[in-house]
């Protein structure tokens, strides 16, 4: 038996920074101390005292089967008898990419790295080469990694201005990030009319799921788009969380829109470390040893991620997967709401929700897709709410701003349990 997860907090507290490897995991966004989990299975996870909790996180995504699917731990559990590591060539990633390329027209040809952030750096870098341009046009409200040059926000003076959203990042290394408000159109053809000829690449969340879940008109999207291609600007859709995740093709897919490059990781890695960058055969040929684009990684590639992601994507296939998750995250969802609103004297709730990923929030007049419209008092009712569901084992992400998901090991029963739990916890917030 472990000790306590306190225990372990004020142990961990002493060798690792804020005794996280993470910021989020340190519930900094919600008051208090973080679970210590020992294991995972299915929808659920037992923390070091032995306690279970019904999982809506799930690593923050890449577990779309659930913890340790049979089917993939067979997988896994094989390459382990097979290798650990190769840093050669080996056949696993070439099934991989030879499935993904299959897919998906617009990927041409993949590079597998070993997570998002280093995704879109190398996508980035392949962007700049391919159009001799500096600049990068990104968005509030997205999130594409603690790549220093995307670390940024909007800043107060002209449309496009930026300033560095954590410490340790110098002004030169922003100098030619631009930022703009999602959901406004008008903006980015203002900037293009500026800096049209510099931008090398125009990257997004086609569905922002970072900072709450944005979900973005059509027309918006399709817009900026257009705008960029008419300038020789680069369109990178970041899908590391919605691709694999909303469908077998993506937001990409969904929307009907074709990037030039686009990034993937989560569920391609099957639960382990992964990262890609992808699209037009013109543009991944620049990448060395083919072209002079320099990007190299000791672990990319692992034989484990390969095998347990193909092994994943494949049975989300096999199984209709990406539609029934659709159609349960919309009847636990519509039930979670309704507990909220009974029960919660302070707020009027509602949700926003895309396929398998659901977010809960106070009530807006109109959809969310700007962080301006989050409602104010978002994150005190959001960690009240929290800590009474985690309290009768139910574990949401520990934080008001990133979303939930569900599995394909969320059954209908276990979805009917957690809404059960939810109503007793949340009785206790009823004045």
């Known amino acids: 038996m472990f000790p306590s997860s306190k225990e372990l907090f004020e142990r961990a507290k002493k060798v690792a920074p804020g005794g996280v490897h993470s910021p989020v995991r340190s519930f ?4 208090g101390d973080p679970v210590f989990f020992q294991s995972g299975k299915g929808a659920k996870l037992t923390d070091v005292s032995g306690k279970e909790y019904i999982d809506y996180c799930l690593s923050f995504g890449p577990l779309i089967l659930g913890h340790r699917d049979e089917d993939v731990q067979k997988i896994v559990s094989e390459t382990a008898e097979l290798a650990w590591s190769f840093g050669a060539a080996e056949p696993y990633s070439l099934e991989l990419a030879e499935w993904i390329v299959s897919k998906i027209p617009w990927v041409e040809k993949i590079r597998f790295v070993n997570s ?4 879109v750096m190398s996508a980035l870098r392949v962007a700049r080469a391919a159009t001799g341009r500096d600049k990068i046009l990104k968005f509030d409200g997205c999130y594409h990694g603690h790549l220093d040059a995307l670390l940024v926000k909007a800043g107060s003076g002209l449309a496009g201005e930026s300033s560095s959203d954590s410490a340790g990042i ?3 290394l922003i100098k030619n990030t631009l930022v703009l ?10 900037l293009f009319a500026k800096e049209g000829k510099n931008i090398a690449a125009l990257v997004i969340e086609p569905l922002p799921a970072n900072y709450g879940l944005l979900i973005q008109r059509k027309e918006f999207l399709s817009k900026i788009v257009e705008i960029a291609r008419k300038h020789g600007t680069l369109v990178l859709f970041d899908e590391v969380i919605s ?13 009907g829109i074709a990037p030039d490059l686009v990034t993937y990781g989560k569920i391609i890695g099957g639960g ?5 960058y992808a699209g037009k055969a013109e543009l991944l040929d620049l990448v060395a040893p083919q072209g002079p684009v320099y990007q190299a990684g000791t672990l990319s590639a692992s034989p484990f991620g390969m095998r347990a992601g193909l092994a994943t994507l494949k049975k989300c296939e096999k199984e209709n997967v990406y539609n029934v998750l659709e159609n349960r995250t919309k009847s636990f969802v519509s039930g979670m709401v309704s507990i909220l609103r009974e029960r919660d004297p302070e707020g009027d709730w509602d949700s926003s929700i895309h396929s398998s990923l659901f977010w809960f929030h106070k009530k807006a007049p109109s959809p969310i897709r700007t962080v ?3 409602p104010a008092g978002h994150k005190e009712g959001f960690a009240k709410v929290f800590h009474a569901l985690l309290s009768e084992g139910i574990y949401l992400a520990p934080s008001g701003y990133e979303v939930g998901f569900l599995s394909y090991a969320h ?14 916890a949340l009785k206790k917030l009823k004045v």
Do not use: H, N
């Open 28 to 31: 900094r966004s919600v008051g």
């Open 116 to 119: 998002g952030t280093e995704a």
């Open 170 to 172: 110098g002004s030169e």
């Open 181 to 190: 408000p999602l959901d406004d159109e008008k903006s980015v053809e203002e």
């Open 243 to 255: 691709g694999f995740r909303v469908g077998l093709t993506g937001m990409s897919g969904e929307l």
């Open 272 to 276: 382990f470390p992964v990262g890609a």
């Open 372 to 374: 301006d419209k989050i």
């Open 411 to 424: 059954s209908d029963k276990i979805l009917s349990e957690t809404l059960e739990k939810a109503d007793f």
